[in-house]
């Protein structure tokens, strides 16, 4: 078992549609992180959740909305997408913090995203 | 602002070669600093970290990195490159953020896909 899981691995939806993205850390850690991921780009930081409050959000569209409904689940709900937002949207979580050595950050494998 | 910088896109090697992924930063203070792989279709796995001390330091899969502070840089390195590392490889630097410094967030590079030649 991975101690990031994500679902569904891969999704295609049309711009009407409403769908979400799953992410589930088994590491007991206190930090959850969606990435997204495009071709020839750096990963982009969309939000942060810590101790289940949102930390930040990189000005990220509203068509995108976080869930972080408790410390080891994370969602992302999408709507109205464009085909843009087609990507690979990774999930991490860590617990904090740099000082102690610890802190990196452990992905889920990801989720392909194709908007028609 | 932090920014992580790998000048190298595209990198070939023969298998058993040697290897070295360029990396440098930009950061203030004394910088966390990570490599992380991503092989095709997967997530990012970590290979190795640096928070301080030793700025030589070893990673999984026989990879090392060495922090120099003068030159801002944490190249990546492996004595003898195996096929199976061909992947893509990010650096990151890593801060702290939110209330009162508690969570961590990592700036990544634009990765280095390796190729290796049999």
């Known amino acids: 078992e991975t101690g990031v899981t994500q679902t569904p691995r891969h999704l295609v939806m049309g711009m009407t549609n409403k769908k979400s993205l799953k992410c589930e850390q088994h590491?007991?850690?206190?930090?959850m992180y969606w990435y997204k991921q495009s071709a020839k780009k750096p990963l982009e930081l969309m939000f942060v959740?810590?101790?289940?409050?949102?930390?930040e959000n990189n000005s990220v569209p509203s068509r995108f909305s976080p869930e972080c409904p408790n410390s080891s689940h994370l969602f992302l709900h999408l709507h109205t997408l464009q085909p843009e937002d087609s990507a690979l949207y990774l999930c991490?979580?860590?617990?904090?913090?740099f000082g102690q050595g610890t802190g990196e950050l452990f992905f889920g494998e990801g989720s392909r995203l194709t908007v028609l | 602002a932090q920014s992580v910088t790998q000048p190298d896109i595209h990198i070939t090697v023969s298998e058993g070669a040697s290897l070295e992924l360029r990396c440098n930063y930009s950061?203030?203070?004394?910088?966390?600093l990570f490599w992380y792989v991503q092989s095709p279709g997967q997530g990012l796995q970590l290979l190795l970290k640096?928070?301080?001390?030793d700025t030589l330091v070893q990673g999984i899969k026989g990879f090392e990195a060495e922090f120099k502070r003068s030159q801002s840089s944490f190249n990546l390195r492996k004595p003898s490159v195996h096929w199976s590392d061909a992947a893509e490889y990010f650096c990151?630097?890593?801060?702290?953020w939110g209330y009162g410094g508690a969570t961590n967030k990592l700036i990544f590079g634009t990765g280095t896909l390796l190729a290796v030649q049999p």
């Open positions: 959740y810590s101790l289940e409050e949102r930390v």
């Open positions: 990151a630097v890593g801060e702290r």
């Open positions: 950061y203030g203070a004394t910088p966390y």
């Open positions: 991490a979580s860590s617990q904090s913090s």
């Open positions: 590491l007991g850690h206190n930090a």
């Open positions: 640096y928070f301080s001390g």
